[in-house]
């Protein structure tokens, strides 16, 4: 006995941490899982009655609420994401090569991450009221009018998007910046005795080199984005607000479960987003393994 303990020891140290991680997602997820296949409402105490797939059935044909939701979900995520990708590139270029304050600029590019995100959606909030806000001021100084900002319902969800991407490009650029450091500098000392132009190192040697740390970057801020939400409640409050405007699947589940009440179709949407997580995060794992190949 012993000797197997101490060939197997590294996993027998790591037991105990990975059943307790297992547990803490296992059961919540299962939890949701059986809400779903049930009518809970009300109460999780109430009793409920088994009613099989009839809420995914309900919710996958729900075009009113549901499935604008998905694409609000899948354009935030999918804008958000490019902008903070190329601005977070680009600073993180700027970034690489040493500098006079180099220390002071990159502490004031990663002030935004300071913040939480109900804090800055606060913030934000306030510079854009339409009436005493900050940003409709400095548009009247060069002569352009008030804009509805977070107040409209076709400029709601491109102003959280810009609230986003304030916040989180920082994220992106710690990342990219990481994965330039730790890249060699002789490729680029031989493209540059090549006569290469700076487009054509970035291109040819740069971006190939640091492409699984894109990948990464691209994971990590993908996922926190497609859940995002306290920066849309805090902007727009129940249902994304009046017209749902900006109401996301995580604002719509949230919406279900604490203003109706509504635990199983609640839960139907969790797990439907879940398996939407999952499937990207399978996606991006399968490229970055194809790009280490």
Do not use: C
């Given at each position: 006995?012993?000797?197997?303990?101490?060939?197997?020891?590294?996993?027998?140290?790591?037991?105990?941490?990975?059943?307790?991680?297992?547990?803490?997602?296992?059961f919540p997820v299962?939890?949701?899982?059986?809400?779903?296949?049930?009518?809970?409402?009300?109460?999780?105490?109430?009793?409920?009655?088994?009613?099989?797939?009839?809420?995914?059935?309900?919710?996958?044909?729900?075009?009113?609420?549901?499935?604008?939701?998905?694409?609000?979900?899948?354009?935030?995520?999918?804008?958000?994401?490019?902008?903070?990708?190329?601005?977070?590139?680009?600073?993180?270029?700027?970034?690489?090569?040493?500098?006079?304050?180099?220390?002071w600029v990159r502490?004031?590019?990663?002030?935004?991450?300071?913040?939480?995100?109900?804090?800055?959606?606060?913030?934000?909030?306030?510079?854009?009221?339409?009436?005493?806000?900050?940003?409709?001021?400095?548009?009247?100084?060069?002569?352009?009018?008030?804009?509805?900002?977070?107040?409209?319902?076709?400029?709601?969800?491109?102003?959280?998007?810009?609230?986003?991407?304030?916040?989180?490009?920082?994220?992106?650029?710690?990342?990219?910046?990481?994965?330039?450091?730790?890249?060699?500098?002789?490729?680029?000392?031989?493209?540059?005795?090549?006569?290469?132009?700076?487009?054509?190192?970035?291109?040819?040697?740069?971006?190939?080199?640091?492409?699984?740390?894109?990948?990464?970057?691209?994971?990590?801020?993908?996922?926190?984005?497609?859940?995002?939400?306290?920066?849309?409640?805090?902007?727009?409050?129940?249902?994304?607000?009046?017209?749902?405007?900006?109401?996301?699947?995580?604002?719509?589940?949230?919406?279900?479960?604490?203003?109706?009440?509504?635990?199983?179709?609640?839960?139907?949407?969790?797990?439907?987003?879940?398996?939407?997580?999952?499937?990207?995060?399978?996606?991006?794992?399968?490229?970055?393994?194809?790009?280490?190949?």
């Amino acid at each position: 006995m012993s000797r197997w303990a101490n060939e197997h020891r590294k996993w027998l140290f790591a037991a105990p941490a990975m059943a307790f991680v297992a547990v803490l997602i296992i059961f919540p997820v299962a939890w949701t899982g059986y809400l779903s296949l049930t009518d809970a409402e009300g109460s999780v105490r109430a009793e409920s009655e088994f009613i099989g797939f009839q809420n995914y059935l309900d919710v996958l044909t729900d075009t009113d609420r549901f499935w604008p939701a998905v694409w609000r979900t899948v354009l935030f995520t999918g804008v958000v994401l490019l902008f903070e990708v190329v601005l977070g590139m680009a600073i993180a270029l700027l970034l690489w090569r040493p500098f006079r304050g180099e220390k002071w600029v990159r502490v004031a590019i990663l002030l935004p991450l300071v913040a939480t995100p109900v804090a800055v959606g606060m913030m934000w909030r306030l510079i854009f009221d339409p009436n005493i806000g900050m940003a409709n001021q400095l548009l009247g100084w060069i002569g352009i009018g008030p804009q509805p900002w977070l107040a409209g319902q076709h400029s709601a969800l491109p102003t959280t998007m810009f609230i986003d991407i304030w916040q989180w490009t920082p994220m992106v650029v710690l990342i990219l910046l990481a994965g330039l450091t730790s890249l060699s500098d002789e490729p680029q000392e031989a493209a540059r005795i090549d006569g290469a132009s700076s487009w054509q190192r970035f291109r040819h040697v740069t971006l190939p080199l640091l492409m699984p740390t894109v990948i990464v970057a691209i994971l990590l801020r993908g996922i926190d984005a497609l859940k995002t939400f306290d920066i849309l409640y805090a902007t727009k409050g129940r249902g994304g607000g009046s017209f749902h405007e900006v109401e996301t699947l995580n604002v719509y589940a949230y919406g279900l479960s604490f203003d109706y009440n509504d635990y199983g179709v609640s839960s139907t949407v969790l797990i439907i987003f879940f398996l939407i997580i999952i499937g990207v995060m399978w996606a991006l794992t399968y490229r970055k393994k194809g790009l280490g190949r």
